[in-house]
């Protein structure tokens, strides 16, 4: 038979009971899910932030179709229709874009 020491009750509380509150279950759950968050949270604006500065600039796209015309790659019509199509009006009706050849 094993003996236990006089000086040791078995009420006394051992470091594993102590995770049997409910109240330090409670706090330790939500330090954790706010932790989770804010570590989910700082991913979301990092990977954000990062696909917001791989977007095209509106402005040089229709300069990249007027290089692509000057050198030979698309023709007159080609880059008419796809100015047409991408400002909603017709390239030969703007005074202020000369038609290149």
Known sequence: MVSIPADVRP???VWT?????????AVTS?????????AVFYLM???RDYAAKDGRDPLSVPLNFEEMLGRG?????EYRKIMAKSRGDSISARPDRPTLQ
């Open 30 to 38: 939500i330090v954790v899910l706010g932790i989770t968050l804010a």
């Open 11 to 13: 009420t006394d509380p």
């Open 73 to 77: 790659d698309i023709t007159e019509a």
């Open 17 to 25: 009971d102590m995770w049997a509150d409910p109240k330090l279950q």
């Open 45 to 47: 604006a990092r990977f």
